[in-house]
């Protein structure tokens, strides 16, 4: 599995930006996609994921301002950040999960919430 990220850049408090991540190769074997986000030097934290199904789970931080949505068809995920903060600024991560448990990861995207 391969996985393609774009849509980072550099945005105000209070923007809004959309991230996309493409994946290719066996592409029927993914179970869940998600989004992360690191700082260097710290660990990788969960953003948002979503199941095949489409159920979701969400990073408090990101509660009420992030939505995670997958298309299938384009085996795309998307992570909509709203109300973007200055603590929203992270290289981010678009991961997948097959169904036996092995993880794959994009190219991070930089994103930066500043004036």
């Known amino acids: 599995v391969q996985l393609q990220a774009s849509g980072g850049g550099l945005v105000q408090p209070g923007g809004f930006l959309r991230l996309s991540c493409a994946a290719s190769g066996s592409i029927f074997s993914i179970a869940d996609m998600g989004w992360y986000r690191q700082v260097p030097g710290k660990r990788r934290e969960l953003v948002a994921a979503i199941t095949r199904g489409g159920r979701t789970n969400y990073a408090d931080s990101a509660k009420g301002r992030f939505t995670i949505s997958r298309d299938n068809g384009k085996n795309t995920v998307y992570l909509q950040m709203n109300s973007l903060r200055s603590e929203d600024t992270f290289v981010y991560y678009c991961?997948?999960?097959?169904?036996?448990?092995?993880?794959?990861w994009g190219q991070g995207t930089q994103v930066t919430v500043s004036s």
């Open positions: 991961n997948a999960q097959d169904w036996e448990g092995e993880s794959y």
